[in-house]
């Protein structure tokens, strides 16, 4: 595997000294982009997951274009429970579709165990064939959906407003889903191994849905799936950054579910949350997406404001408190990575000389 | 007016002694009772808000059905944009559209200051006439939405995933975002004003798009004008409820803001958030309404879970950390109530000596 020039944001995964904090965008590889666009015009949103060579080059992009620390391969979450054979349609705007969500003991018994070496070969050569072309500028972070976020999809089947059908489930049998989710949590391991063995140099697992759960419930029906999945994961020094959304609670057990990176929304106070376990985990965030619609000026403040809240020393990964939206201005998502960059040197003088 | 012959839910908002934790739920009266969609199928939602009689039927359904310990005014929260001047759809399902959001100065001018004796007298008579209906029976909540929460439709017009209009204008216009929060901070006042003049025992404000905001951002767009409309009310003894779904942060400062009682989501620990601030404010919540899809069993065990961590003593009123979901068979919702009632005596027994 070839060194990595610039791998300031792995060293900051791992609370290693770093002379700047390291910026990354969640959905830097999107439609905000017109170079994505280019490419997205001429093929599907899946055709696009599904062709390792424009996979690539979008994941690429943000890297050239915005100046990122970290390129992610471009994918997306649902690839696992279309490979155990759930019929997937992406709908520019209205969010995915599966027409045959799970719902009952026989639904749930359709879905095949996969094997990503052989289900999801395309991930893992697009994976592969980034890491040749990316050369060592940045890492490449491979990704999946949790397996209460990729669960909540496959029972809703749909976009949902209260989540009615996955609330359902596991309120009247909990058996079934955790018995579908402990089938993800294989899933998701075996799928986030093979992807560091393709050549990722950090996984991140998206949790999009965690924050819809009661407290006790996302314990039961999601953090320990989590830490069963961190536990197994294939990996030598690869960082594993996980992504709660809506979590604020539980901090203190979400810190030692294994992950070396927590990220955090933007309704979170980074400083508060370093306090309380900042020692255990790195962080990640957390800047409000919209705040990219304002300007310049604006878009300083409100990143020097997250630099100073988290302080001096290293283990802080910039970035949005979700991903980035579809209808802003790219030239504010490069002024975003240059001040982060410029601004959070003045963080890290002791940790240099540590 | 008359004396009011269940008043647990009063003394629990002013945390006096009771002897057993009051209930209600929000969007009790809703479509998820059959008698209430007997009458929505004669009528459209906006005339069912705007003729006193039907409005005063459906408020009291619950109370005699269900059985809960306060009356909710059957009403809209976008009735106060609507009276500005905003033409308001409501579609079944769809949620409500204004086809002429508000996005600049001009669409800001075009709002009319209002007079709610004039132009919301229909609410105001609805809450007469529903008082007197009740005679006394339980007491009656008005309510209204914040302005933050207000202005969010308002600027979106219609349903929204990531909220980009309003953040928008936070973003890019502060000032004009401020100079409508301070008109609608100033109808509200006097709306929930002239609700208690008309007979309201209580009023709530819900603040349902609270938690899409930094914590900053909710200090300075939304709390802030809460804590300026509480100030103002005109009321005697009349408690105010505020309801911040999704603020998970800045308790102690919500707990000064001057509300008698804090509205808390399900995804909060009540216990916890009563060690902070409950010596300051009465709490209300917070059961998952997806609960209510789930069997008896479970139904009264998390029923307990939230009275175990509320804990002994008045300053708890039970409720769902959001409102009922249209799907929920009302027998839940009746046995829900009936559990609250039966099982809660045991945490007063000391308060009831005091």
Redesign the interface.
């Known amino acids: 595997m070839n060194k990595i020039k610039n791998d300031i944001f792995l060293r900051a995964c791992r609370k290693q000294p770093v002379e700047r904090t390291p910026i990354w965008i969640m959905r830097q590889a999107g439609r905000y982009l017109p170079e994505y666009r280019a490419i997205r015009q001429k093929a599907d949103f899946l055709t696009m997951c599904k062709t390792p060579e424009l996979a690539a080059e979008v994941t690429i992009q943000p890297v050239d274009i915005i100046g990122v620390d970290a390129a992610i391969i471009f994918s997306d979450i649902l690839v696992i429970p279309e490979a155990m054979g759930m019929k997937l349609e992406m709908h520019e705007g209205k969010g995915p579709i599966f027409h045959k969500p799970i719902r009952n003991e026989n639904d749930a018994k359709s879905l095949k165990k996969i094997d990503p070496a052989k289900d999801l070969k395309y991930v893992l050569d697009a994976v592969s064939l980034t890491k040749k072309e990316l050369n060592g500028r940045v890492p490449l972070i491979g990704f999946s959906g949790s397996p209460w976020t990729l669960l909540t999809y496959m029972v809703e089947g749909k976009g949902s407003k ?3 059908s996955v ?2 489930l596991i ?2 049998n909990p058996s079934l889903a955790h018995s579908v989710l402990s089938r993800l949590a294989d899933a998701v391991t075996d799928f986030l191994s093979a992807k560091i063995e393709a050549g990722a140099d950090a996984v991140q697992i998206f949790d999009t849905w965690a ?1 819809i ?5 996302f314990e039961e029906f999601s953090l320990q799936y989590i830490e069963m999945i961190v536990s197994n994961i294939k990996r030598k020094k690869e960082p594993v950054l996980y992504f709660p959304k ?1 979590v ?2 539980k901090l203190r057990k979400l810190s030692r579910c294994g992950a070396d990176v927590i990220s955090l929304d ?4 980074i400083g508060k949350v370093r306090e309380k376990i900042g020692k255990t985990v790195a962080l990640q965030g957390n800047l ?4 990219l ?3 310049k000026e ?1 878009i300083k403040e409100e990143a020097n ?1 997250i630099l100073g809240l988290y302080g001096e020393g290293s283990g802080h990964i910039f970035n949005l ?1 979700h991903g980035i ?1 579809p ?1 802003v201005d790219p030239e504010n998502a490069r002024y975003l990575v240059k001040v982060v960059k410029e601004e959070s040197g003045k963080y890290h003088k002791q940790s240099e000389k540590a």
């Open positions: 209260n989540f009615s609330k359902s309120y009247n924050g759960l009661s407290q006790n419930d809506g604020h609670f933007w309704t979170m106070n409000d997406p919209a705040v619609y304002a300007g604006k404001k408190g939206l209808d």
